[in-house]
């Protein structure tokens, strides 16, 4: 349940909030030389510059939101964690959402075990979020269960010829997908056959879920067919089950998948082959590190870390980017209270519906910035959800619809007292200071995420469709 706060917040600094105009206010309360000096401490601060003088004429300043800016300025730059955080003014808390009434089904699915007759009736819940995780949490135990076993079948057979698209409170591939990955467990012998359909089908994510049902039928040949997917996120999720079942066995295919384009599926072959003797492996990976390195995109660390590490080098040896600190627009309004928020329509083929958004400059004035200029650019429209945890989080905006691909360069975190609870809106990393330009929004309250990742928005409105959102759906537009 949303877990209620009490804060105490200075007039001042609500008074942009609360104004009917924030960017008039904003202009009326701050003169155009004091709004420079609050990007120059701004761009200080994504710098993790604690030196820069414009930190030490807004310590002195005579307005105490400058001042704020100023001292915030210099602990994060001087803390990755911004220990410190909590001896700052209080801000608003987020909007306290209820939660959906079938997340306590779901919730209950975890404590059932080897309840065969309980998660049977869970496949049967009104609820698709609650049968999704009763067919995940399919054991071997449930193998005599021939009623478990129809109602699994019933899935697959039911599954429309167009898997494309699907209507709010339905699914379309989900079903089938989950459901072949549970018949595996208990029938593998017709789990193969449907591993064996599954795996030429036209949607990527059918052959996604076939890579997994393979590697626990130990299904070799689908799986060195499917690792070489035309479907990076396909190639991926096959040669990590070949590497579980195989390793040496299929060197080739690990080093041919260090020639290819796409972050993850480079990613899964250089793990692949960790501890190889191959006489070409090392090659293959500083010949794929430095490939990577020309490429000078932040976000792609990951991958040439595992490079490295194939290579047997430090992760030392990386060489991203430049960070390049440009102060966005809108930053400093921003921080200093504006009202701005963004619509997440998604796409009529993924349920429809839509969802608003509030920008917290409040606390994270940079990153909401550059979400708006992301936004305003066009950046996330035909993205999705590749990420859907029913009671954790849902994630999305890569362009790879995968956790390794995203913006070209990092976004700093912004740390700050504002609680991670259900319905606020975090920038996903891997490491401090590497936010790649994914969201996620919290679908239960998360409290344990605050020491390392930044809420730069909370929603507003619509968190019945947010709830509704399931793996693969499309993000149709963002906008102001």
Not at 297 to 317: C, K, Q, T, W
Not at 417 to 434: A, I
């Amino acid at each position: 349940m949303p877990r209620q706060f009490s804060w105490r917040v200075p007039a001042l600094l609500l008074l942009p909030i609360v104004s009917a105009s924030p960017l008039e206010a904003q202009r009326r309360l701050v003169s155009p030389a004091d709004s420079a000096l609050i990007g120059r401490i701004l761009l200080a601060e994504d710098r993790r510059d604690p030196t820069d003088h414009a930190l030490a004429l807004g310590r002195r300043h005579s307005d105490p939101r400058v001042r704020i800016f100023a001292r915030r300025a210099a602990g994060r730059a001087r803390d990755s964690v911004f220990a410190a955080r909590n001896t700052f003014v209080a801000l608003p808390p987020p909007p306290a959402w209820p939660d959906a009434e079938w997340r306590v089904r779901y919730r209950a699915l975890a404590l059932q075990g080897d309840n065969c007759a309980r998660i049977r009736a869970a496949l049967e819940d009104n609820a698709w979020p609650v049968r999704l995780r009763a067919a995940d949490l399919v054991t071997a135990a449930c193998r005599a269960d021939d009623l478990l076993l129809t109602s699994l079948r019933g899935w697959i057979d039911s599954m429309p010829p167009d898997v494309s698209r699907r209507g709010r409170n339905s699914v379309s591939w989900h079903a089938a997908a989950h459901a072949m990955v549970a018949i595996s467990k208990l029938q593998p012998s017709e789990a193969a056959t449907l591993v064996q359909q599954f795996a030429r089908h036209r949607q990527w994510q059918l052959r996604l879920y076939s890579a997994r049902a393979a590697a626990i039928l130990g299904d070799l040949v689908t799986l060195r067919m499917l690792a070489r997917d035309t479907d990076p996120n396909v190639r991926e999720a096959a040669i990590d089950g070949l590497a579980k079942l195989t390793k040496d066995g299929d060197t080739d295919i690990f080093i041919a998948a260090l020639s290819a384009n796409s972050a993850q599926v480079v990613r899964a072959g250089a793990l692949a082959l960790a501890g190889s003797t191959h006489a070409g492996a090392r090659v293959a990976a500083n010949a794929a590190f430095h490939r990577w390195v020309e490429r000078a995109n932040a976000s792609e660390r990951d991958v040439r870390i595992a490079l490295l590490a194939m290579a047997g080098r430090p992760a030392s040896d990386d060489r991203p980017p430049p960070g390049r600190a440009v102060l966005p627009p809108e930053a400093v309004a921003l921080a200093l209270g504006a009202d701005i928020r963004l619509r997440i329509t998604m796409a009529s083929t993924s349920g429809g519906g839509s969802f608003t958004v509030r920008m917290r400059g409040d606390v994270a004035p940079m990153m909401a910035a550059r979400i708006l200029q992301l936004a305003r650019a066009g950046y996330y429209n035909g993205l999705t959800w590749h990420r859907v945890e029913h009671d954790f989080v849902i994630q999305g905006g890569s362009p790879g619809a995968n956790e390794y691909a995203g913006s070209d360069r990092y976004f700093r975190d912004e740390l700050g007292t504002v609680p991670h609870v259900r319905g606020t809106v975090g920038m996903s990393t891997r490491g401090h200071d590497t936010g790649d330009a994914q969201w996620f929004v919290n679908l239960r309250d998360n409290q344990r995420l605050g020491r390392d990742y930044t809420v730069f928005a909370e929603v507003v409105e619509g968190m019945d469709v947010v709830d509704g959102i399931l793996e693969g759906d499309v993000i149709a537009t963002i906008a102001r």
